[in-house]
């Protein structure tokens, strides 16, 4: 019996990393002779930069950064296994989770700390890079990093603009002669699962601006201010960062990577799994085993856990998730390999319970899910394939 567990985090309970292990033993408890691969895994946001460097047997390298208010804070970047490829992680410069509730505020912050990153692996050498986008406080177009790497960006005086997506609005001209010239010789994969615009209802302020503390007032100004800064960009690049694909990612620094840098989007999961090298353990699998904290009608939109089930459909393994709650209208997901939706919460309890005893429950929910499946499986094709 060969089972691959490839969860992303339980965002604020585990780590793709303790996800993965707290699976493995559920397993074992049931199957203690069974084959587990365990492939931690990340959507381009949060746990991506962990995920890659484990998986490539890499190692990280910490710098002193400008977090998304100002303040300095230690963030660090990967080294791939390869020693040639570096991963950049927004959120470990320009992160929600650098920042308490009551500190949330989307005019102010900046993501100047994650251009201090990629100046710094440009310092160090790298011309290769995988930049995971999410999990960003920030709602500055990525004014920010495209100042910490020297893009000059004046007000009407001839002032560098401030931090933030209030600064965006005063905005006279941009000036890239000062730009970074090594970044043109690099090359920019960017892990991200946002297609949105830059602007509009459909776009970064609109649809990611609440999470970041925006009211309706604050998101009619950044939404304006985000177009201000597009028609400023577009005449020095002659790029339309507007309606373009994207480039809302991350309160829209995904379009500064597209009108600034040699760059390339690719779906997040899809990343990681590349680099995991996935597809050469699914050879001989019986069973993949996936899921995160949430699992609803929205995963079916290039989440973690699509995206190792479609990978392993391919290769005609079947899929099972496991998830701190499961939502409405998942059944999508069934047209993708996976074979059943499982939350791991046992009992009536609080949010808090859950969260805190997670660890336990994942556990305790991947050995009921694997006896039943196997259960089911020797019957089905007759005969006790697995006994235990």
């Known amino acids: 019996m060969k089972i691959i567990v490839a969860p992303d985090s339980f965002k604020g309970s585990l780590s793709a990393v303790e996800a993965a292990n707290a699976i493995d033993k559920g397993i074992k408890k049931a199957f203690p002779d069974a084959e587990t691969v365990l492939i931690p895994v990340a959507d381009g946001g949060e746990g991506t930069l962990e995920t890659l460097v484990t998986a490539t047997e890499g190692e990280m390298k910490h710098v002193i950064v400008t977090d998304p208010?100002?303040?300095?804070?230690?963030?660090?970047?990967g080294i791939l296994g390869d020693k040639k490829t570096c991963v950049i992680e927004m959120a470990a410069a320009s992160g929600l989770t650098l920042l308490s509730e009551e500190e949330l505020s989307p005019l102010a912050a900046t993501t100047y700390g994650t251009g201090q990153l990629i100046k710094q692996a440009l310092d160090d050498g790298f011309t290769s890079f995988v930049v995971g986008l999410g999990g960003s406080a920030?709602?500055?177009?990525?004014?920010?990093?495209?100042?910490?790497?020297?893009?000059?960006?004046?007000?009407a005086e001839g002032k560098e603009i401030g931090y933030g997506g209030d600064a965006l609005g005063k905005i006279a001209?941009?000036?890239?002669?000062?730009?970074?010239p090594r970044i043109k010789d690099c090359q920019f994969l960017i892990a991200s699962?946002?297609?949105n615009p830059l602007i509009g209802l459909n776009g970064a302020s609109h649809i990611f601006g609440p999470q970041k503390g925006a009211t309706p007032e604050m998101i009619e100004q950044l939404d304006q201010n985000l177009a201000h800064f597009a028609d400023q960009v577009a005449k020095v690049t002659g790029i339309k960062l507007h309606d373009m694909p994207g480039a809302g990612a991350a309160g829209g620094i995904g379009g500064a990577f597209q009108a600034f840098f040699p760059c390339e989007l690719e779906r997040g999961i899809d990343v990681v799994l590349e680099y995991s090298n996935i597809n050469q353990f699914l050879t001989g699998t019986d069973l993949v085993i996936t899921g995160e904290g949430k699992?609803?009608?929205?995963t079916a939109s290039?989440?973690?856990p699509l995206g190792v089930a479609q990978t392993a459909q391919r290769q005609g393994v079947p899929t099972i998730i496991l998830a701190g709650s499961a939502g409405d209208d998942t059944a999508v997901l069934h047209d993708f390999g996976v074979v059943s939706i499982h939350s791991i919460v046992n009992k009536p309890m609080t949010l808090e319970e859950s969260m805190r005893n997670?660890?336990?429950?994942l556990e305790l929910s991947a050995e009921q899910v694997v006896r039943s499946y196997f259960y089911a499986f020797n019957h089905i094709k007759g005969g006790a394939i697995y006994e235990n």
Do not use: H, P, W
């Open 193 to 195: 699962d946002v297609e």
């Open 358 to 361: 997670a660890s336990i429950l």
């Open 69 to 77: 208010l100002g303040n300095k804070v230690e963030a660090g970047y």
């Open 302 to 304: 290039g989440k973690t």
């Open 173 to 180: 001209s941009i000036e890239i002669d000062s730009f970074d």
């Open 138 to 155: 920030t709602n500055d177009g990525g004014a920010g990093m495209l100042q910490a790497l020297g893009l000059r960006i004046l007000d």
């Open 295 to 298: 699992v609803d009608g929205q």
